[in-house]
């Protein structure tokens, strides 16, 4: 089955600043790729998601990249702000299954 | 509209005891995912329902565990002889067709087996 590996597991970062998140897969049958926010003791939600079609993906001051050849796939937050702060989940799937990483936890400091 | 709700919101059982969880998914959703996510961890797939027929039960851990979907709307998660490692959140999530297509999230039932 697929497996999903996700790094950082913490991230602090000072408001304004980029953070960047990374997580890899193995199985090349995966062919969407979501990314979910949750704040504590609440629901995962969606923030962008990228299909195994396109490369890269920008929504505002959030975009995601793949790279299919070497099974990896990135989340970009530019400007953060104390809102961002949550912990962050990558997944891989496409067919019946999916796969989350372990999460990151990102504080963003004032 | 309304999004995905499950009942409960928290269920606090014995070992060995028998639960049932409930996941009520969007309005029109024919595919429906539940979740077991432990502290700490991501999300770990336990069965795919599109309609009503479990089209992925590959993620249930044991026979212990058993979903139903008669209806193709609201689903059932049965976890029978409940252990303390049973304990986590229990989420589901639902899509328009499945696929490459959004999940959204119900809240989640926190289960604890004492």
């Known amino acids: 089955g697929e497996n999903v590996e996700q790094h950082p597991s913490t991230l602090s970062v000072q408001e304004g600043d980029s953070a960047v998140i990374k997580c890899t897969y193995s199985d090349s049958a995966s062919n969407y790729f979501p990314w979910y926010k949750q704040e504590l003791g609440k629901r995962p939600q969606l923030i962008i998601d990228i299909r195994s079609n396109v490369g890269e993906k920008k929504d505002q001051r959030i975009a995601v990249t793949l790279n299919k050849t070497a099974k990896h796939f990135s989340l970009h937050i530019t400007e953060t702000q104390p809102e961002d702060s949550a912990v962050y989940f990558c997944?891989?799937?496409?067919?019946?299954?999916?796969?989350f990483g372990t999460g990151t936890s990102l504080t963003v400091i004032p | 509209g309304a999004g995905v709700s499950q009942t409960p919101s928290n269920k606090v059982t014995e070992k060995g005891k028998y639960v049932e969880l409930r996941c009520d998914p969007i309005s029109g959703h024919t595919a429906l995912y539940w979740y077991r996510q432990s502290l700490g961890q991501g999300p770990e797939f336990l069965i795919y329902?599109?309609?009503?027929?479990?089209?992925?039960d590959s993620g249930l851990p044991n026979d212990r565990f058993f979903a139903v979907r008669p209806e193709g709307s609201v689903s059932t998660l049965k976890i029978q002889r409940t252990e303390r490692g049973d304990s986590a959140v229990y989420l589901c999530?639902?899509?328009?067709?499945?696929?490459?297509?959004?999940?959204?999230f119900g809240p989640g039932t926190r289960l604890t087996v004492l």
């Open positions: 999530a639902s899509s328009l067709t499945g696929g490459l297509n959004e999940q959204f």
């Open positions: 997944a891989a799937g496409g067919g019946n299954q999916f796969y």
């Open positions: 329902f599109q309609g009503t027929g479990a089209a992925d």
